[in-house]
C-alpha cells in the first residue's frame, strides 16, 4: 500500500485496477478541515492522463509490475518483435502500444517492456540513442541562419529532428528520446 504522503512524481500506483504514474501532485491544507492531495496520473496502458483528489492519509495499492530487459528484434507489418535475454521468448508488440517510441527503435537495442499482469504494456527506451543521419539538405549558405540556425533531417528509423547546418547524411547523431531534439553529433 503506498500512502499520499508518499507521492512523488514517476511513483506507479493502482488507481480503480489500472496502473498509473503520477504526473505531478500538490498537497493542499484546506482552512478547516484536513489537508487533501490533488494529483495528475497517466495511466500507463492508454496514456490517458487524469485528475484527481485524496484525502491526505488514504492509501493505493502498489501496481503489479515487472520490468523486463528485451532486445528489439525486427518490424513485420504492423508487429514488432521483442526478446527476452534470458528466455530467448518472442513477443510481438503492435505499433500503437509501442506509440512514439518505435521513431527510435534500432534493430538489437536493448529495451525495458513493463508487464502488468503478465501482459505487456509499454516500452521505456533508453533517453538517449546515437542514430545515424539518413537523409538531410546539403549545409546552408553563408548568411543562411535568419530562422534560428536548423534543417531537417531524417533518421535511419524514419524519425525527422531537427539538426545544425553542419549534419551531413551519414553523420551519427545523439537524439533525446523524450522530446525528439538533436543533442550532438558522435564521432
Same mark, same amino acid.
Do not use: W
Given at each position: =500500500?503506498? &500512502? ?6 514517476? +511513483?506507479?500506483? @493502482?488507481?480503480? $485496477? *489500472? ?63 521483442? =526478446?527476452? &535475454? ?6 510481438? +508488440?503492435?505499433? @500503437?502500444?509501442? $506509440? *512514439? ?87
Amino acid at each position: =500500500m503506498i &500512502s499520499t504522503s508518499d507521492f512523488r512524481k514517476g +511513483l506507479k500506483v @493502482e488507481f480503480k $485496477g *489500472e496502473p498509473c504514474e503520477i504526473v505531478e501532485f500538490q498537497h493542499v491544507k484546506m482552512g478547516r478541515g484536513g489537508a487533501i492531495v490533488r494529483t495528475k496520473m497517466r495511466n500507463i496502458k492508454t496514456g490517458a492522463v487524469l485528475e484527481e483528489t485524496f484525502r491526505s492519509g488514504e492509501k493505493l495499492e502498489t501496481p503489479g509490475l515487472e520490468e523486463k530487459s528485451m532486445q528489439y528484434l525486427y518490424a513485420q507489418g504492423d508487429l514488432c518483435y521483442f =526478446m527476452d &535475454s534470458e528466455t530467448y521468448e518472442q513477443i510481438p +508488440l503492435t505499433r @500503437e502500444q509501442l $506509440g *512514439e517510441a518505435i521513431n527510435f527503435l534500432k534493430e538489437n537495442n536493448t529495451v525495458k517492456i513493463l508487464y502488468h499482469k503478465g501482459m505487456p504494456i509499454s516500452v521505456e527506451i533508453p533517453t538517449f540513442v546515437e542514430l545515424k543521419v539518413a537523409k538531410t539538405d546539403p549545409a546552408g549558405f553563408k548568411g543562411d541562419t535568419a530562422s534560428g540556425g536548423g534543417k531537417p533531417a531524417t533518421l535511419e528509423t524514419g524519425a525527422v529532428v531537427r539538426v545544425p547546418f553542419h549534419i551531413n547524411e551519414g553523420d551519427t547523431i545523439r537524439v533525446d528520446t523524450r522530446t525528439s531534439v538533436y543533442i550532438e553529433r558522435v564521432k
